[in-house]
């Protein structure tokens, strides 16, 4: 039986979330009712399960999202450890590198710097331990800040971080960063 | 090395002959020539050495196009030799090889538009892996050295990226050559005699400055003003021809106007 | 009907990739010969359009990838944090017409062409992802050479290279050749 439109709509939004999203932030987005907002969940849950899917809708702290099936985590672990690359791109590379020389520095501060959306990198840097969120940024928003971790320190055999080498600091200051952040208008390209 | 031309509108003379040739209302002849030609003397002086192929391609567009204009502005007879005509056919006809290339990237680039248009009403899933998952891939930093990070940041801020102002679709608004020769035609006849930088001094844009030029050509082909450069690149001195037959025609649609 | 269990592996794999994953690396993980890719991801792709997912399978950039329903745009637009990037200006997609077209190029052969200096424009859509330098021409000088990226494939939604139309389909037509021949004679106006 297909989806209704509406958890057709969930099913998105989860499908792009990255954490957990309340039932209150679907509400809004579907513009319903709170409370119509779990029985479209349960519909979907259910849906996933009489389709044999091989992720399942869940309800955990914080809200709502989509993780694969625990019947297929052999897969996903051999994917997890086959499919990444056993070096980091350039690309990584040079995001760690800013978070390094420039840290502590919030997700979109280096997404303005490096023109591209970095939250997988970021997340990627994150899960193997080389940053870690650090605290959040004054103002509005209160971004994640980022910074280099212990680990990080160890793998580049350093003791201390001003043991980085010395670089020519070409970047804006904050308030010049926060200038381009806003230029980068949030338009999807691609 | 090729020269940059940037006005609001145009970009270097390949593309200023496409705008001009896609979009039907602007005169092939009405180019900025001398701002085209000056962003390139710039660039040619920062030259380490000459470039011969870029040199000779530049001159090929620009001297066709000087050609082109300097037939339309001068006060000339009305037809002109099939011989001379026939001068200069070769460059045209690179020049328009080259024109239908860039014609067929531009259609090309439309096409791309509608495909990133597209393709951004769908978004990937970026969410990742669950961090209970067990990985036990290999250390991604192995052999990397600090400085090979200093040397990635070096990378990564040496291109940072440029704030794009796209000014494709901005309207400024026009001056009209019509409306200037009105104008220069009230005010010349009280002057008598001005020279061409005393009667701009008040513009600010380079557009309204090229319009005045304009107009002082429409005015002096109709044998209303004496146009004289004592020297090359001297100050054009202007001088109102007086004649009380009859007055300027003015009005709208009576001068090829400058879309720049 | 529900999914085969390859099928469903599949998707498990798809719902934690972080960018297309190729039909080699699926065979591999799946232990099948790849040959049984194909079919199994059209399987997939199938079954989400009969139940009217808000999610589609897809082939893009050489692999597979989950991706939002178009659909559904609205909500996820809505949703946000989608990605930090501007849109390209018509200078920007002309050149990187130009870097499709005829890859690998030089800086200097695109200049030539567009009858400006590019290197703005170049480094814009290195930086952005969309071309990356691939190689130096042999002789002297030894040019960079740039060549479009598989993100350039993501976010056109292509999946190969080859599903561009092919160039002559792009040139104008006679018409237009006769249009450009007349504006370029040099008539004199009376």
Redesign the interface.
């Known amino acids: 039986m297909p989806l209704t439109p509406e958890a057709r709509a969930i099913e998105a939004v989860l499908i792009v979330a990255v954490e957990p999203v309340p039932a209150g932030l679907l509400a809004e987005l579907l513009e319903l009712p709170v409370e119509q907002i779990d029985p479209l969940c349960d519909e979907l849950s259910e849906a996933c399960r009489s389709e044999g899917r091989g992720f399942e809708v869940v309800r955990i702290a914080g809200g709502f999202r989509i993780q694969t099936h625990p019947d297929l985590a052999p897969y996903v672990e051999r994917f997890a450890n086959v499919g990444v690359s056993s070096r980091l791109s350039a690309a990584a590379l040079e995001t760690l590198a800013i978070v390094a020389y420039k840290q502590p520095v919030s997700r979109a501060q280096i997404a303005a710097l490096r023109g591209v959306n970095v939250d997988g990198v970021v997340r990627l840097l994150e899960h193997r331990g080389y940053i870690a969120a650090v605290g959040r940024a004054p103002g509005p928003g209160q971004a994640v800040l980022y910074a280099t971790t212990d680990a990080f320190l160890e793998r580049l055999g350093l003791d201390r971080l001003d043991q980085l080498p010395p670089v020519e600091d070409l970047l804006p200051g904050p308030e010049a960063l926060a200038e381009l952040e806003e230029q980068m208008s949030p338009v999807v390209d691609g | 090395?090729?020269?940059?031309?940037s006005t609001p509108a145009f970009?270097?003379?390949?593309?200023l002959l496409l705008q001009?040739?896609n979009s039907h209302q602007v005169d092939?002849y009405d180019v900025p020539l001398a701002a085209v030609v000056d962003a390139f003397v710039v660039?040619v002086a920062g030259w380490d050495s000459v470039d011969l192929?870029?040199l000779s391609?530049f001159l090929i567009?620009a001297s066709t196009l000087i050609?082109?204009k300097s037939?339309?502005l001068l006060p000339?007879p009305?037809?002109?030799d099939t011989d001379e005509?026939l001068v200069?056919w070769e460059e045209?006809d690179l020049?328009?090889a080259?024109?239908?290339?860039?014609?067929?990237?531009?259609?090309?680039?439309?096409?791309?538009?509608l495909?990133?248009e597209?393709?951004?009403?769908?978004?990937?899933?970026?969410?990742?892996?669950?961090?209970d998952?067990?990985?036990?891939?290999?250390?991604?930093?192995?052999?990397?050295?600090?400085?090979?990070?200093?040397d990635?940041?070096?990378?990564?801020?040496?291109?940072?990226?440029?704030?794009?102002v796209?000014l494709?679709h901005v309207t400024v608004d026009t001056v009209t050559v019509a409306d200037t020769v009105a104008a220069l035609a009230r005010r010349l006849p009280r002057l008598g005699a001005s020279t061409f930088r005393e009667l701009t001094r008040h513009l600010t844009s380079r557009m309204e400055i090229i319009v005045s030029f304009l107009a002082l050509l429409e005015l002096c082909k109709q044998g209303r003003v004496s146009l004289d450069q004592g020297h090359t690149f001297g100050d054009l001195e202007v001088a109102w021809v007086a004649d009380d037959r009859q007055p300027v025609p003015v009005g709208p649609g009576l001068y090829d106007e400058y879309e720049g």
């Open positions: 090395m090729v020269a940059t031309v970009e270097g003379p390949i593309d001009l040739v092939l660039e192929q870029v391609e567009v050609e082109l037939r339309r000339g009305d037809d002109i005509e200069g045209r020049l328009l080259r024109l239908l290339e860039c014609q067929a990237y531009a259609a090309a680039a439309d096409g791309f538009a495909l990133l597209q393709a951004a009403r769908s978004v990937p899933r970026t969410a990742g892996l669950d961090l998952f067990v990985v036990n891939a290999p250390d991604l930093l192995e052999g990397v050295t600090p400085d090979d990070l200093a990635a940041f070096g990378r990564a801020t040496a291109e940072r990226p440029v704030p794009v796209d494709y």
